[in-house]
């Protein structure tokens, strides 16, 4: 470096206003701050603010360059560049309905392709425009839940919900939320889960049980059992029908037809203490604590008053 001038090394290569430099140095002026490219020894360049204050050294007028190093700065500017980069292509060919919105006023910012198929509104007509200022939710209760859950800072876990789409018709979602920051705002990630041929399927399918059960007199009990837990998919799994004694099912069977410890024991021909253990055995396995409880229960599974009747006449046990 020493001995050679600044264009040898030219200290002001792809400088921003490299002829106004140029001019200050020759006129022996103050050069300001700018950006330039510093060429390196071993090739390639580094991003540098460069800036010249004229001095005297003795009788020599001479020029103090100082530089201040933005490599570090441009590395940054580009990895959060091709993460955005990256980003944007992930959002925008995901095949689940997304958007991008404030998470003050729920303006949106962003739209992904599948979210314009799920609801039928282009980005230049959505965007900028709240979800509820396009009437996307079609109950005012759900809106107001998950405006009132995002305001509180919570994020939304596969909430359901129904939306309305540009063609005056409803979808049923899963909706969930997460915040992120994009820049130095704070947004909210929607996405949005199109459950509406799941939930018409369960309801035929509970359409077609209901109709079933009906007529239940010629099921085997345990198929009953089995259909009613299909009817009832969210209930907690526990005991069944199966599960329970041939003399606890006689007893629960007499419960249903609505007898007291008493009858029951007098029907079955034994002590009412005897009768008193098998309906607390039977209130253990099944979860309950009262009489009313285990007929719904027994009457939930497809097991009434009847059936043991039944069952007997035709040889099951």
């Not at 292509?89 to 962003?110: C, K, N, S, W």
């Not at 994020?155 to 540009?166: F, G, N, Y």
């Not at 203490?273 to 309906?279: A, I, P």
Request: charged share 30%.
């Amino acid at each position: 470096v020493l001995c050679r001038t600044v264009y040898d090394i030219d200290v002001l290569g792809g400088a921003e206003r490299r002829d106004l430099a140029k001019e200050r140095l020759a006129e022996g002026r103050t050069i300001p701050q700018m950006e330039a490219e510093l060429t390196l020894p071993g090739g390639g360049t580094k991003l540098v603010i460069v800036a010249g204050q004229p001095i005297d050294m003795g009788d020599q007028p001479c020029m103090l360059f100082s530089f201040a190093d933005l490599e570090p700065r441009r590395k940054a500017e580009s990895a959060l560049r091709h993460s955005e980069e990256r980003f944007t292509r992930t959002f925008q060919m995901a095949p689940v309905p997304m958007a991008i919105g404030a998470r003050d006023g729920h303006r949106l910012y962003e739209v992904n392709a599948s979210f314009t198929a799920l609801t039928g509104y282009g980005p230049t007509e959505i965007i900028g425009r709240s979800l509820a200022e396009v009437g996307l939710w079609a109950v005012d209760a759900a809106r107001e839940s998950i405006e009132t859950a995002i305001a509180d800072g919570h994020d939304l876990r596969a909430l359901e919900a129904r939306i309305s789409v540009k063609d005056d018709g409803c979808v049923d979602c899963l909706v969930s939320t997460e915040a992120i920051m994009l820049g130095d705002d704070a947004c909210v990630l929607w996405a949005f889960q199109d459950i509406t041929q799941r939930k018409a399927t369960e309801l035929e399918l509970v359409g077609a049980i209901e109709a079933v059960m009906k007529d239940t007199s010629w099921f085997s009990r345990s198929i009953m059992d089995k259909l009613a837990r299909l009817r009832a998919p969210r209930q907690e799994e526990g005991a069944g029908i199966d599960d329970l004694t041939a003399r606890e099912r006689e007893v629960l069977a007499h419960i249903c037809r609505g007898l007291d410890d008493k009858s029951i024991a007098r029907s079955l021909g034994v002590s009412g203490n005897t009768v008193r253990n098998h309906v607390a055995r039977i209130y253990a396995k099944i979860g309950v604590n009262r009489r009313t409880a285990a007929a719904a229960w027994a009457h939930a599974r497809g097991f009434d008053g009847d059936l043991l009747t039944i069952g007997r006449r035709e040889g099951t046990p």
